[in-house]
């Protein structure tokens, strides 16, 4: 983020992968944008193989 300095123990950027229960299914904690969305997804066809639908 421009301008401002964050402390070194937080994350600029945290995704997070919640199941339809309002379960926290997994968290992902980095700077970089650029392996959210495969390590979000990942979790989330993961818990799918688990939890198929009904």
Do not use: C, E, F
Request: charged residues 20%; aromatic residues 6%.
């Amino acid at each position: 983020m421009a301008g401002v300095t964050l402390p070194m123990a937080l994350s600029a950027r945290t995704s997070y992968v919640i199941a339809p229960d309002g379960t926290v299914i997994s968290t992902y904690d980095n700077l970089a944008a650029d392996d959210h969305v495969n390590q979000t997804m990942s979790s989330l066809k993961a818990w799918r193989a688990k939890h198929p639908r009904k």
